[in-house]
Nanobody
Framework: QVQLVESGGGLVTAGGSLRLSCAASGRAFSTYTMGWFRQVPGKERVFVGL????????YYADSVKGRFTISRDNAKNTVYLQMNSLKPEDTAVYYCAQTRGLGVVTPDRYEYWGQGTQVTVSS
């Protein structure tokens, strides 16, 4: 059974930075595409970005492009979300997730999810 554990969330002022981590248990981490999503109360979970298993290509939502960067360390079974130039509208619970697919942006195609970590950006 795969377990994903996010960490690194917190409170930051606008313009600041945070780095989220997602540590995965289980085997074959490198064969999974890792995605990041975020959710605010009362709204659907939305795609933030992903890093593919093959080639390590990344893809981002337009709302975070140029500010957020995803990377992975397969030796540590960990994926990272570096968030710079944070805005109040980035406030949400952030989730990491795994899928066997490539370039998957819809939550329902992700097989495993972490518990989420809260990011709050004050103005």
């Amino acid at each position: 059974q795969v377990q994903l554990v996010e960490s690194g969330g917190g409170l930051v002022t606008a313009g600041g930075s945070l780095r989220l981590s997602c540590a995965a248990s289980g085997r074959a981490f490198s064969t999974y595409t890792m995605g990041w999503f975020r959710q605010v109360p009362g709204k659907e979970r939305v795609f933030v970005g992903l890093i593919n298993s093959i080639g390590g290509n990344t893809y981002y939502a337009d709302s975070v492009k140029g500010r957020f960067t995803i990377s992975r360390d397969n030796a540590k079974n960990t994926v990272y979300l570096q968030m710079n130039s944070l805005k109040p509208e980035d406030t949400a619970v952030y989730y990491c997730a795994q899928t066997r697919g490539l370039g998957v942006v819809t939550p329902d195609r992700y097989e495993y999810w972490g518990q989420g970590t809260q990011v709050t950006v004050s103005s």
